[in-house]
């Protein structure tokens, strides 16, 4: 942290805030605040004063008001989204508009403030604005992409959209949402997130809220001060603290009970905790990461959970596609997996089981492949695996009925694995596969390119 602030402290000088607010005395309170952390301003009362600004000079960090009198923050975040792409913009947005707040974010601000402007707030945005700022925009960046990137492996265009939106919300502090089937690597998308993000030199604090007993969640987030209640013989930091300047994932948050879905929302807005038995509330600097293998928006539909809440948590939503919807990844999660299992010298494939293996549905996704060839690699004999060590389901269709989904999509997945797995069967004989499946062979081309099918 020393590293970061001596760091920060030592580019200020040549670092610039541009202040955007109509009132005369909140650009004067930010202008004092950020020359206090030896930062200079330029400060504008309009839109047109605005871009004239950004016209000539490059700013480190953009602080724009919301109502300004010819036109609206919202603008000034995607003209610099747009135009200045480097530069992060953070909204002051009315006391209480959290509907202002989420749609800033969802424009592409970096964070936001309420007003009235708290000035501890107000220092650690621009601290963490400036972090961001400071990395170089060519080497540092790259290779920071790199690292985060690599987590996740693939290089289908699924995955590529995937790892280009972690690039683009890494630079931002909005809540993400990650969807997807159970084992599709939501965990592993909010840690490149963090990862990529200016504080990944602070905790990552993986929270499993199905798993926190109810009567302990509040002092578990929270924490709790010592005599608050039987037990608590000293004070103690909740996963909000201990995520201070980090990230906080909450993993299967949809099962957070409700009254717990209350005091986390009040959290999130305020930006501040308050210790169970506490009588006061302290500043948080968290960034929440949510996920849940459930559709979050059916829980909401269904009354279990918060539609504020989901409002809050969802202003990005990061969908990690399922295995079998990007099949061209298989062979190099194959690969990476036998390698990570059994170091430089992992047991070969049979080319059927490549083949079996490229043409499984994954109803368990990424988790399941690794487990399929965990269990492979100790029954193996030789360092060969066969098409027997894969022990694969005869049909993937349980699975596939099990992963959910429109009816269409059922419907789509089943039709899918029933012709893979007829692929398999005839190795890869389209004819033969069309009159095991009772179609014509047209029938089955069509089928397979509607389907998206990689053979
Ligand atoms: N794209 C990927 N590249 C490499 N490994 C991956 C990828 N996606 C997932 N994995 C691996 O698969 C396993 C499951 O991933 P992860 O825990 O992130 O999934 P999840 O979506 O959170 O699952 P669940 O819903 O069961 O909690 C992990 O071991 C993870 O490392
Ligand atoms: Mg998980």
Same mark, same amino acid.
């Given at each position: 942290?020393?590293?970061?602030?001596?760091?920060?402290?030592?580019?200020?000088?040549?670092?610039?805030?541009?202040?955007?607010?109509?009132?005369?005395?909140?650009?004067?309170?930010?202008?004092?605040?950020?020359?206090?952390?030896?930062?200079?301003?330029?400060?504008?009362?309009?839109?047109? %004063?605005?871009?004239?600004?950004?016209?000539?000079?490059?700013?480190?960090?953009?602080?724009?008001?919301?109502?300004?009198?010819?036109?609206?923050?919202?603008?000034?975040?995607?003209?610099?989204?747009?135009?200045?792409?480097?530069?992060?913009?953070?909204?002051?947005?009315?006391?209480?508009?959290?509907?202002?707040?989420?749609?800033?974010?969802?424009?592409?601000?970096?964070?936001?403030?309420?007003?009235?402007?708290?000035?501890?707030?107000?220092?650690?945005?621009?601290?963490?604005?400036?972090?961001?700022?400071?990395?170089?925009?060519?080497?540092?960046?790259?290779?920071?992409?790199?690292?985060?990137?690599?987590?996740?492996?693939?290089?289908?265009?699924?995955?590529?959209?995937?790892?280009?939106?972690?690039?683009?919300?890494?630079?931002? !502090?909005?809540?993400v949402y990650v969807s +997807?089937?159970?084992?599709? +690597?939501?965990?592993?998308?909010?840690?490149?997130?963090?990862?990529?993000?200016?504080?990944?030199?602070?905790?990552?604090?993986?929270?499993?809220?199905?798993?926190?007993?109810?009567?302990?969640?509040?002092?578990?987030?929270?924490?709790?001060?010592?005599?608050?209640?039987?037990?608590?013989?000293?004070?103690?930091?909740?996963?909000? /603290?201990?995520?201070?300047?980090?990230?906080?994932?909450?993993?299967?948050?949809?099962?957070?009970?409700?009254?717990?879905?209350?005091?986390?929302?009040?959290?999130?807005?305020?930006?501040?905790?308050?210790?169970?038995?506490?009588?006061?509330?302290?500043?948080?600097?968290?960034?929440?990461?949510s996920?849940?293998?459930?559709?979050l928006?059916?829980?909401?539909?269904?009354?279990?959970?918060? !539609?504020?809440?989901?409002?809050?948590l969802n202003?990005?939503e990061?969908?990690?596609?399922?295995?079998?919807?990007?099949?061209?990844?298989?062979?190099?999660?194959?690969?990476?997996?036998?390698?990570?299992?059994?170091?430089?010298?992992?047991?070969?494939?049979?080319? %059927?089981?490549?083949?079996?293996?490229?043409?499984?549905?994954?109803?368990?996704?990424?988790?399941?492949?690794?487990?399929?060839?965990?269990?492979?690699?100790?029954?193996?004999?030789?360092?060969?695996?066969?098409?027997?060590?894969? !022990?694969?389901?005869?049909?993937?269709?349980?699975?596939?009925?099990?992963?959910?989904?429109?009816?269409?999509?059922?419907?789509?997945?089943?039709?899918? /694995?029933?012709?893979?797995?007829?692929?398999?069967?005839?190795?890869?004989?389209?004819?033969?596969?069309?009159?095991?499946?009772?179609?014509?062979?047209?029938?089955?081309?069509?089928?397979?390119?509607?389907?998206?099918?990689?053979?």
């Amino acid at each position: 942290m020393s590293i970061n602030k001596a760091g920060a402290r030592a580019k200020t000088t040549e670092m610039r805030v541009l202040v955007i607010d109509d009132e005369a005395d909140i650009r004067e309170l930010l202008d004092l605040t950020l020359a206090r952390m030896g930062l200079s301003a330029d400060c504008a009362g309009s839109v047109a %004063e605005a871009k004239a600004f950004l016209a000539r000079e490059r700013y480190h960090l953009c602080l724009t008001d919301m109502r300004l009198p010819d036109g609206d923050g919202l603008e000034i975040v995607r003209l610099i989204g747009s135009d200045y792409g480097a530069t992060p913009v953070a909204v002051i947005t009315a006391f209480g508009s959290t509907d202002n707040a989420v749609s800033a974010l969802k424009a592409g601000a970096f964070d936001y403030l309420s007003k009235p402007v708290a000035l501890d707030q107000l220092r650690t945005l621009v601290k963490s604005a400036l972090n961001l700022s400071a990395e170089p925009a060519g080497g540092g960046a790259s290779e920071k992409k790199t690292a985060g990137g690599t987590l996740l492996i693939g290089e289908s265009p699924a995955m590529l959209a995937v790892r280009e939106m972690i690039d683009k919300v890494g630079r931002s !502090q909005a809540p993400v949402y990650v969807s +997807g089937e159970s084992g599709s +690597g939501k965990e592993l998308a909010a840690r490149s997130i963090h990862a990529q993000s200016a504080r990944h030199a602070a905790p990552f604090v993986p929270v499993n809220c199905g798993a926190i007993p109810e009567n302990l969640m509040e002092s578990e987030f929270f924490g709790y001060r010592k005599g608050a209640f039987t037990g608590a013989d000293s004070d103690r930091e909740g996963f909000f /603290q201990a995520a201070n300047g980090g990230t906080l994932f909450l993993d299967e948050v949809a099962d957070l009970p409700l009254a717990m879905q209350v005091k986390l929302l009040r959290a999130i807005q305020e930006k501040k905790v308050r210790k169970v038995g506490s009588a006061v509330e302290e500043p948080v600097d968290v960034r929440i990461i949510s996920a849940t293998h459930r559709q979050l928006k059916d829980c909401v539909d269904a009354g279990t959970f918060r !539609q504020d809440l989901y409002y809050r948590l969802n202003v990005i939503e990061l969908h990690m596609p399922a295995l079998r919807e990007r099949q061209e990844d298989i062979p190099i999660l194959v690969d990476a997996t036998l390698k990570r299992l059994c170091g430089d010298n992992p047991p070969s494939l049979s080319p %059927e089981a490549r083949q079996a293996l490229a043409a499984y549905a994954y109803p368990g996704n990424v988790r399941e492949l690794e487990n399929i060839l965990e269990r492979a690699t100790a029954l193996c004999i030789d360092g060969k695996i066969a098409l027997e060590d894969l !022990q694969l389901s005869e049909t993937g269709i349980e699975g596939v009925v099990d992963a959910g989904g429109t009816l269409d999509d059922q419907v789509n997945r089943f039709e899918r /694995q029933l012709i893979l797995d007829a692929l398999v069967k005839t190795g890869d004989n389209r004819t033969a596969a069309a009159r095991l499946l009772g179609v014509t062979f047209r029938s089955l081309r069509y089928r397979i390119e509607r389907l998206g099918i990689d053979t």
